[in-house]
T-cell receptor, first 110, second 119 residues
């Protein structure tokens, strides 16, 4: 079983729509959680960390459910520029090694 | 945020040659850097952890004699793909760990990646 699993999508949504997707992780000892964004043929860029209490950054909201071992990302009022692959990233062993999901592709259309 | 550079950004080489990729932290010192590989439509896979002044730690299944890592200074780590073959063609990305003073958490910053094509 993969450490981090994501629905690959793609999620095709119109501008202004809300889109949400989850990621599950297998190791209950996981300690840190992140969402990264990766554009085609580019490096991943940190979108936001995910905290136990949930957190919001502008149009982006992340939630963590430790009991069910999943994290979620919700994007409100989607923009064309939100089109990207969103990577769920988990740090399990507190040795700063990151485990990446394969990514969820989001395409926002005009 | 912190900046990490990689060089070259892309390289095409013949089978059997060696290719060196550099990863630099430009505005911070990184005692630890990580090397990842990403095949098309797949997730980033950690290859090895590069520690300044000591040997790299390789993940299971990664050949240390094929992927040579040197972390000679606090701002530079190099990955050399020796005797490259077509199956080594991939997107190689490094990250550097920044631990700013006074912060309890640290963040990894990724380089822009190096696209290697072995003919």
């Amino acid at each position: 079983r993969k450490e981090v699993e994501q629905d690959p999508g793609p999620f095709n949504v119109p501008e202004g729509a809300t889109v949400a997707f989850n990621c599950t992780y297998s190791n209950s000892a996981s300690q840190s959680f992140f969402w990264y964004r990766q554009d085609c043929r580019k490096e991943p860029k940190l979108l936001m960390s995910v905290y136990s209490s949930g957190n919001e950054d502008g149009r982006f909201t992340a939630q963590l459910n430790r009991a069910s071992q999943y994290i979620s990302l919700l994007i409100r009022d989607s923009k064309l520029s939100d089109s990207a692959t969103y990577l769920c990233v988990v740090n399990t062993l507190n040795d700063y090694k990151l485990s990446f999901g394969a990514g969820t592709t989001v395409t926002v259309r005009a | 945020g912190a900046v990490v550079s990689q060089h070259p950004s892309w390289v095409i080489c013949k089978s059997g040659t060696s290719v060196k990729i550099e990863c630099r932290s430009l505005d911070f010192q990184a005692t630890t850097m990580f090397w990842y590989r990403q095949f098309p439509k797949q997730s980033l896979m950690l290859m090895a952890t590069s520690n300044e002044g000591s040997k790299a730690t390789y993940e299971q299944g990664v050949e240390k004699d094929k992927f040579l890592i040197n972390h000679a200074s606090l701002t530079l780590s190099t990955l050399t793909v020796t005797s490259a073959h077509p199956e080594d063609s991939s997107f190689y990305i490094c990250s550097a760990r920044d631990t700013p003073s006074g912060h309890s958490t640290d963040t990894q910053y990724f380089g822009p990646g190096t696209r290697l094509t072995v003919l």
